[in-house]
């Protein structure tokens, strides 16, 4: 199963019967929250560039998705246990493959909601370099309704960075690590295996 279809199924399920978001930022915006609030702003409006050409828009968001996310823990996670085991090399190699089909990914996603406004609505802070980030994404197409996208946004060495995102409560990455397991668990734990397999979903998005 394609991971990013399942999820993204689930959440037009949870869009189609989204109602509006009543909510305000709040009064002293956080550090992540203002992170947030501006760079996933910025991402949806380099989508929506007509300026731009194709190639120039996917350009632009690869290099400035790879300023903001950190892909390397992400891929570390969503090998489960099977990152402990697996050597370096393949580890190394996964981690490039993860990064390229999550590229693919995130701009399939956020394309389907340029020229949309993202609103933070609030954040819960679980530890000093952990938040999760709340915000509410507008589209004035369809009589302003909203959806509920929430952010996790970690800090390393005081550079916040992004980790994972979900839309109305799926958290991405953690469905990526049930279904890449339970891919290593049907073919004998190999990593190569895997990396083939993502390269074939990457392919599916363009990427």
Do not use: C
């Amino acid at each position: 199963m394609i991971v990013f279809l399942h999820f993204a199924r689930r959440a037009a399920l949870a869009l189609a019967f989204a109602g509006l978001i009543a909510g305000a930022p709040a009064a002293a915006a956080t550090p992540a929250e203002v992170f947030v609030s501006g760079n996933i702003q910025k991402s949806l409006s380099i989508l929506d560039d007509s300026h731009l050409t194709a190639a120039q828009r996917g350009e632009q968001f690869r290099q400035f998705l790879l300023g903001v996310t950190d892909l390397k823990r992400v891929a570390t996670f969503t090998l489960g246990s099977y990152g402990a085991r697996a050597s370096d090399t393949d580890k190394a190699a996964f981690a490039a493959a993860f990064q390229n089909y999550a590229l693919a990914v995130y701009r399939s996603y956020f394309s389907k909601y340029a020229g949309q406004t993202l609103t933070v609505t609030g954040s819960t802070q679980h530890a000093a370099d952990d938040a999760v980030v709340m915000t509410a994404l507008t589209d004035p197409a369809e009589h302003g309704r909203t959806m509920e996208v929430d952010f996790r946004v970690r800090s390393n060495a005081d550079a916040p960075t992004i980790v994972d995102f979900s839309v109305a409560g799926i958290w991405l990455a953690p469905e990526e690590r049930d279904q890449f397991v339970a891919f290593l668990d049907r073919n004998n734990g190999s990593i190569p295996s895997l990396i083939a397999h993502l390269d074939e979903l990457r392919a599916k998005f363009g990427g």
